[in-house]
């Protein structure tokens, strides 16, 4: 699988952006999605995730982006999407999309195998 994020950008704090990430491949709907963050000097940390099974998908998000992120899903597009409001300046990091073959919502990055090249967000004050 290969991955495209795309979406990153300079915003204002309290502004939005969507980040989209495209997949390679006839086997999307198999795979649980993540995207993640990175700044420098901190690990990569999990922001959102989404899976797949039996027609429906579950997500998750941190305590840090519950209710501020969406991460949903198009299947027939190949693509996962991030939608990020009323961003804070602590959101400022590289966003890289991520994919393991699985139906369950794995949680961390040792558990993705294919990840994207990352976009980096920043947040003015």
């Known amino acids: 699988v290969q991955l495209q994020a795309s979406g990153g950008g300079l915003v204002q704090a309290g502004g939005s952006l969507r980040l989209s990430c495209a997949a390679s491949g006839r086997t999307f709907s198999s795979y649980c999605m993540g995207w993640f963050r990175q700044v420098p000097g901190k690990e990569r940390e999990l922001v959102a995730a989404i899976n797949w099974s039996g027609g429906r998908s579950r997500t998750y998000y941190p305590d840090s982006v519950e209710g501020r992120f969406t991460i949903s899903r198009d299947n027939a597009k190949n693509t996962v999407y991030l939608q990020m409001n009323s961003l804070k300046p602590e959101d400022t990091a590289v966003y890289y999309c991520?994919?393991?073959?699985?139906?369950?919502?794995?949680?961390?990055?040792?558990?993705?195998?294919?990840w994207g090249q990352g976009t980096l967000v920043t947040v003015s004050s």
């Open positions: 991520a994919a393991t073959l699985a139906t369950t919502l794995p949680l961390g990055s040792p558990e993705y195998d294919y």
